[in-house]
């Protein structure tokens, strides 16, 4: 009778044992997959606000708007493209109706007119050394020094101011102009992975 007795004991502890740690693995179970449907949905969100943030160019833009673009899409490709598994931004632009032009393009532009900015100080500085270049009055004189002065450069300082002047052309009249959107293209994790742009 004992033993039937301590074999029943023995038989409820190991049930009450199996029970515990059933439970205890339904419990761990439930408890990953809470994890992992958060983190899904953190992911999710995560990729709404990214495109979000890039859906608000999926318009007709302004070149200065496109510059903007550009630079934003540059310095995300700096700070996470290849981190994670996203993949770079492309951009695409069609100017003229001829080629295709890239991020790098409209970068450089940026980089070229700050440049000049540093060395002419304002626009209205480079417009008028560039009209006063190659006038031989004593006026046209008079207004280059007073600019010189004003930026404190030299003549010898300035490099090639029609190659200047002409950077200088391309960024203002690129500003002006309108590019109309097509549809972007996706990635796989959902995120935008190219944004294109033609010339109205």
Same mark, same amino acid.
């Given at each position: 009778?004992?033993?039937?007795?301590?074999?029943?004991?023995?038989?409820?502890?190991?049930?009450?044992?199996?029970?515990?740690?059933?439970?205890?693995?339904?419990?761990?179970?439930?408890?990953?997959?809470?994890?992992?449907?958060?983190?899904?949905?953190?992911?999710?969100?995560?990729?709404?606000?990214?495109? *979000?943030?890039?859906?608000?160019?999926?318009?007709?833009?302004?070149?200065?708007?496109?510059?903007?673009?550009?630079?934003?899409? *540059?310095?995300?490709?700096?700070?996470?493209?290849?981190?994670?598994?996203?993949?770079?931004?492309?951009?695409?632009?069609?100017?003229?109706?001829?080629?295709?032009?890239?991020?790098?393009?409209?970068?450089?532009?940026?980089?070229?007119?700050?440049?000049?900015?540093?060395?002419?100080?304002?626009?209205?500085?480079?417009?008028?050394?560039?009209?006063?270049?190659?006038?031989?009055?004593?006026?046209?004189?008079?207004?280059?020094?007073?600019?010189?002065?004003?930026?404190?450069?030299?003549?010898?300082?300035?490099?090639?101011?029609?190659?200047?002047? +002409?950077?200088?052309?391309?960024?203002?009249?690129? *500003?002006?102009?309108?590019?109309?959107?097509? +549809?972007?293209?996706?990635?796989?994790?959902?995120?935008?992975?190219?944004?294109?742009?033609?010339?109205?």
């Amino acid at each position: 009778m004992e033993n039937a007795s301590r074999a029943l004991t023995i038989a409820g502890t190991i049930l009450i044992s199996l029970i515990v740690i059933s439970a205890l693995i339904l419990m761990f179970r439930e408890l990953r997959g809470n994890k992992v449907q958060e983190a899904d949905i953190q992911r999710i969100e995560q990729t709404e606000k990214f495109n *979000k943030s890039y859906e608000s160019y999926k318009k007709t833009l302004y070149g200065s708007e496109l510059l903007s673009l550009a630079n934003k899409m *540059k310095d995300y490709n700096t700070r996470v493209a290849g981190k994670d598994g996203y993949e770079e931004m492309e951009l695409e632009v069609t100017i003229n109706g001829v080629g295709k032009k890239d991020i790098d393009y409209f970068t450089d532009i940026i980089d070229e007119e700050s440049k000049l900015m540093n060395t002419y100080k304002s626009a209205g500085n480079l417009e008028a050394l560039y009209e006063t270049n190659n006038k031989d009055t004593e006026a046209a004189k008079y207004q280059r020094n007073q600019i010189l002065k004003k930026i404190n450069k030299t003549e010898d300082e300035l490099g090639n101011l029609n190659k200047d002047y +002409e950077t200088y052309q391309k960024y203002s009249g690129l *500003k002006n102009k309108k590019f109309k959107s097509i +549809e972007p293209q996706y990635s796989e994790n959902g995120r935008i992975k190219k944004m294109t742009y033609k010339e109205e």
